[in-house]
């Protein structure tokens, strides 16, 4: 016969207390740096769960031992940061590494629309163009940018580029008369260099909506119109060229420019007759023309067949962009990798402090790599 023994309460408590001094024995002594190394290293949605836990590991973000083990980390993929079409009041950010929607607290000098991004940053900035702010959408730090020098407030007619620079950020402000500004994070200001060269073709038929900058080794290019081609500013030296590029086909609308592994694509809604489908090209440079690479799948451009007033807006224009489709009432999201050349139809974005939960449609938005320590 199996004798069982009943173990006290007191038993149990005094078992615990021991097992608990052991651990606090053990891990008292563990290395800080290997423990900022496997932090560094954890998935950034848990990153956030491990900050809630005590006022050390909260603080970590402005450690700079802890940011030098984050300046280790590559993020495979950007996230992303959008806002939707019914209220700019609503941010949002897409992780792709967990397929998944967040919904921070947006605070309220981020009521703006995000246009560019670098080094883990994102530029948000008014209907004006007038204030500018950059966040860093993880750690929700955020600075108010100076005002830029004054000139009519512009709406619709302006593009804006961000890229890395020593450490820093740069800004480029181009208006569509030519009018253009810089601003430099290291020395915190808006400089006007001048005017662009006499062989840029006024105006440059820029749309606030689609003209979106992509950095290619400190090289900012922009689509415009009439003619059709890129324009390009080069940060260190400030050269501007013009490229006078076709657009690949007649039935192209809602374009925006990408950039993977230096080459520079282009993504567009095509329409031919009563179909409609989402194709990718890429620049050849040597001929300036644009060469067709791939197509959404059948499966999904099928559906689009014989519908009106398809839209399309692409958010991101670097490695992996995010595709919104407008269908009448109905919205579809899609990510497409352009160094693997894959296609991921996206679950939607539900907000769920809204009442109806209804999918929101993410009209405008950026790619961001994310990087914890990041300071705008």
Same mark, same amino acid.
């Given at each position: 016969?199996?004798?069982?023994?009943?173990?006290?309460?007191?038993? @149990? *408590?005094?078992?615990?207390?021991?097992?608990? %001094?052991?651990?606090?024995?053990?891990?008292?002594?563990?290395?800080?740096?290997?423990?900022?190394?496997?932090?560094?290293?954890?998935?950034?949605?848990?990153?956030?769960?491990? !900050?809630?836990?005590?006022?050390?590991? =909260?603080?970590?973000?402005?450690?700079?031992?802890?940011?030098?083990?984050?300046?280790?980390?590559? &993020?495979? *993929?950007?996230?992303?940061?959008?806002? =939707? *079409?019914?209220?700019? $009041?609503?941010?949002?950010?897409?992780?792709?590494?967990?397929?998944?929607?967040?919904?921070?607290?947006?605070? #309220?000098?981020?009521?703006?629309?995000?246009?560019? %991004?670098?080094? /883990?940053?994102?530029?948000?900035?008014?209907?004006? &163009?007038?204030?500018?702010?950059?966040? =860093?959408?993880?750690?929700?730090?955020?600075?108010?940018?100076?005002?830029?020098?004054?000139?009519?407030?512009?709406?619709?007619?302006?593009?804006? /580029?961000?890229?890395?620079?020593? /450490?820093?950020?740069?800004?480029?402000?181009?208006?569509?008369?030519?009018?253009?500004?810089?601003?430099?994070?290291?020395? #915190?200001?808006?400089?006007?260099?001048?005017?662009?060269?006499?062989?840029?073709?006024?105006?440059?038929? $820029?749309?606030?909506?689609?003209?979106?900058?992509?950095?290619?080794?400190?090289?900012?290019?922009?689509?415009? %119109?009439?003619?059709?081609?890129?324009?390009?500013?080069?940060?260190?030296?400030?050269?501007?060229?013009?490229?006078?590029?076709?657009?690949? &086909?007649?039935?192209?609308?809602?374009?925006?420019?990408?950039?993977?592994?230096?080459?520079?694509?282009?993504?567009?809604?095509?329409?031919?007759?009563?179909?409609?489908?989402?194709?990718?090209?890429?620049?050849?440079?040597?001929?300036?023309?644009?060469?067709?690479?791939? !197509?959404?799948?059948?499966?999904?451009? %099928?559906?689009?067949? /014989?519908?009106?007033?398809?839209?399309?807006?692409?958010?991101? =224009?670097?490695?992996?962009?995010?595709?919104?489709?407008?269908? #009448?009432?109905?919205? !579809?999201?899609?990510?497409?990798?352009?160094?693997? !050349?894959?296609?991921?139809?996206?679950?939607?974005?539900?907000?769920?402090?809204?009442?109806? @939960?209804?999918?929101?449609?993410?009209? $405008?938005?950026?790619?961001? &790599?994310?990087?914890?320590?990041?300071?705008?």
């Amino acid at each position: 016969m199996v004798e069982h023994k009943r173990v006290s309460k007191k038993g @149990r *408590k005094e078992r615990k207390a021991t097992t608990c %001094s052991m651990e606090d024995e053990i891990w008292k002594d563990f290395p800080e740096d290997l423990f900022e190394a496997v932090i560094a290293r954890v998935p950034i949605a848990t990153f956030f769960r491990f !900050r809630s836990v005590c006022r050390k590991w =909260n603080s970590l973000v402005s450690c700079e031992s802890f940011k030098q083990q984050c300046a280790q980390v590559k &993020h495979a *993929k950007p996230w992303f940061y959008a806002i =939707n *079409k019914e209220s700019i $009041l609503m941010g949002t950010m897409y992780d792709p590494s967990l397929n998944k929607w967040h919904h921070p607290r947006v605070p #309220n000098e981020w009521v703006m629309y995000p246009v560019a %991004s670098a080094g /883990g940053l994102v530029c948000l900035h008014e209907y004006n &163009h007038i204030r500018f702010h950059v966040c =860093n959408p993880l750690t929700r730090s955020c600075k108010e940018l100076p005002a830029r020098s004054a000139g009519k407030p512009v709406r619709s007619n302006a593009a804006v /580029g961000m890229t890395a620079r020593n /450490g820093g950020y740069t800004i480029l402000w181009v208006g569509n008369e030519g009018d253009y500004q810089v601003f430099d994070s290291a020395n #915190n200001s808006w400089i006007h260099p001048g005017s662009m060269p006499q062989s840029v073709k006024l105006p440059l038929a $820029l749309k606030f909506s689609t003209t979106r900058a992509v950095s290619v080794e400190g090289t900012l290019y922009f689509m415009r %119109s009439d003619p059709d081609g890129l324009l390009s500013y080069e940060v260190d030296t400030g050269m501007w060229r013009q490229y006078v590029v076709p657009n690949p &086909h007649m039935g192209l609308s809602c374009q925006a420019l990408a950039e993977s592994g230096g080459r520079i694509m282009l993504v567009g809604l095509l329409t031919e007759g009563a179909a409609s489908c989402v194709c990718i090209w890429e620049l050849q440079m040597m001929t300036l023309l644009w060469k067709e690479v791939d !197509r959404m799948p059948n499966v999904w451009s %099928s559906k689009l067949y /014989g519908k009106k007033n398809v839209r399309m807006s692409c958010l991101g =224009n670097k490695t992996l962009l995010m595709l919104s489709l407008r269908v #009448n009432h109905m919205s !579809r999201l899609f990510t497409y990798d352009l160094s693997t !050349r894959e296609w991921l139809k996206l679950p939607g974005c539900v907000v769920p402090t809204t009442r109806t @939960r209804k999918t929101q449609w993410i009209a $405008l938005g950026t790619a961001f &790599h994310p990087c914890l320590t990041a300071i705008p």
